[in-house]
């Protein structure tokens, strides 16, 4: 009996979503091959599947048991098509509409955070017109588009000294303006409501879309060297915004630490709901550090998959 369950559990057929429209669609097009390759090492009847506007046709066709969402960005992490898969009646994996909806947009996301008591930096939306006109705050501060992924879209630090940001005109209409938090650049994955660890990136100032997928990894310190207690606030820290959120199978919460304030030195910055799911990945990486392997944490995810999430 047990082997014929475990036979047809293995033999379940996955789409593996991938692409789509957004500015990251490179990042996910890797996504989903690592994904595939890994489902399909667990012997998984395995589907890539461009996501591009004749989706529905193609899910219809393949008739999946699950959904797997390997995109990123904006309409594939957003709750767009997390929608479609509801409306489809196919399971999927990680967060549901509303979470998705919320952690996409990060000014949305401080209200869960401070909701869940999670500390996050000061920050406003402004027209493209309004932040070239005088400082939104005192500097520093980052402008940021508010429902970007991968540090894109239009990332500007804005330092002492530094005139108001001149923003080009055929960018988007409204940026967010944080303040920017001195310090060091952590990151915590959460599986299944369960912090893993901590990360920490060598990067200087900032964490930018070059230093996300540029450099090397012996850039990224895992597990970060923190003190005990710094460590398992941020561990805490993320799995509130995880729960606050309503998110579900893995997240990431990306955090800064002004060492200089302690303990309240810590402000989480975002939650994706979309983690880079590749072995050398942030997520993939923390997974192997507590004994996890990369075919095992798609497995998971796949496990987890439903609806109404």
Known sequence: ?????????????????????????????????????????????????????????CLSSIRPDVAFNALHGRWGEDGCVQGIFEWMKIPYT?????????AMDKQRSKIAYHAAGVPTPESRLMSR?????????????????HNEGSSLGG???????????VIPSNSRDVFMIEAFVPGRELTVAVLDGKAIAVSEFDIGKWYDFNAKYTLSDANRILPAKLPPDIYD??????????????CRGISRTDIRWDESLGADGLFALETNTQPGLRPNSNAGQQAAYIGMSFPDLCDFLVKDASLDR
Do not use: Q, T
């Open 233 to 246: 606030r941020c561990l805490d820290l993320a799995v509130r915004a995880h729960n606050g959120l309503g």
């Open 94 to 102: 990680h967060s549901g509409v509303l979470a998705s909806a919320m």
């Open 155 to 165: 990332f500007f630090l804005i330092e002492e000294g530094d005139d108001p940001p």
């Open 1 to 57: 009996m047990l082997n014929e369950l475990w036979s047809r559990i293995l033999s379940l057929r996955i789409a593996v979503i991938c692409g789509g429209p957004s500015l990251e669609h490179d990042i996910s097009l890797a996504a989903g091959e690592a994904c595939s390759e890994a489902l399909r090492s667990l012997k998984y009847d395995v589907h890539l599947v461009l996501a591009e506007e004749n989706l529905p046709e």
């Open 129 to 145: 017109a309004d932040i070239g006109e005088a400082h939104a705050m005192a500097p520093p501060y980052i402008v940021k588009p």
